[in-house]
């Protein structure tokens, strides 16, 4: 069974430019959440959605948006990129909208110069 | 969000148990205590969770203490593929999806 996927794998980026990633969750869930994850941190909620609808969004800026497409598949848009952007991007996806069990893909490395 | 406290970091000898100790003394009663490890290069994976008694699973085993302000992860023969930076979170009860990730316990196993 595929497990979560997330693409691209790696990506570097300027300052100001804008960056969308990529993320298919495992058959049958409806449920993904994205993290950031700075180096050296505990990942930090950015997203969650379920069934196309935005459930909750941590404390990030207004520059970090997503969706859910009707294959329950993902993306996060990031625009006028900062370097304290540069992170590692983990998506999670669960069978329910607040399952105890979340499987998490192998993430995003954005790099922004 | 409830808060739980780690050790920054522990080491363990390969094939012997480990104890990973987690304080959430602000834990309310509907809080349920989730262990995810992050082995290096992965995004993390769920590891045990629990309420109130002690669970078991084919990966590692939960005690919780009778007052539930602390847990403590213990896998019971260590290998090398163990060796994984484990984070403790509390999750409300019908609560939202989102896990609130400390900076975990990093882990070192020695052969």
């Known amino acids: 069974d595929a497990g979560v996927t997330q693409s691209p794998t790696h990506l570097i980026k300027t300052r100001g430019q804008h960056v969308t990633l990529r993320c298919s969750p495992i058959?049958?869930?409806?449920?993904v959440s994205w993290y950031q994850q700075v180096l050296g941190q505990g990942p930090q909620f950015i997203f969650q959605?379920?069934?196309?609808?935005?459930?909750g969004r941590g404390n990030f800026p207004d520059r970090f948006s997503a969706r859910q497409f009707p294959n329950y598949s993902s993306e996060l848009n990031v625009n006028a990129l900062l370097l304290g952007d540069s992170a590692l991007y983990l998506c999670?996806?669960?069978?329910?909208?607040?399952?105890?069990?979340?499987?998490f893909g192998p993430g995003t490395r954005l790099t922004v110069t | 969000d409830a808060k739980t406290t780690q050790p920054n970091s522990m080491e363990s000898n390969e094939e012997e148990p480990v104890h990973l100790p987690c304080n959430h003394s602000?834990?309310?009663?509907?809080?349920?205590i989730h262990w995810y490890r992050q082995l290096p290069s992965q995004g993390p994976e769920y590891v045990i969770h629990?309420?109130?008694s002690n669970v078991n699973n084919r990966m590692a085993s939960l005690a919780i203490a009778e007052d539930r302000k602390s847990s403590t992860l213990i896998l019971h023969r260590a290998t090398l593929r163990d060796a994984a930076v484990y984070y403790c979170?509390?999750?409300?009860?019908?609560?939202?999806?989102?896990?609130?990730f400390g900076k975990g316990t990093k882990l070192t196993v020695n052969p």
């Open positions: 999670a996806s669960s069978l329910l909208a607040a399952h105890y069990e979340q499987y």
């Open positions: 058959s049958g869930h409806k449920s």
């Open positions: 959605y379920y069934e196309k609808e935005e459930r």
């Open positions: 602000t834990i309310s009663g509907t809080d349920y």
């Open positions: 629990g309420l109130t």
């Open positions: 979170i509390l999750r409300n009860q019908g609560g939202s999806e989102k896990l609130v």
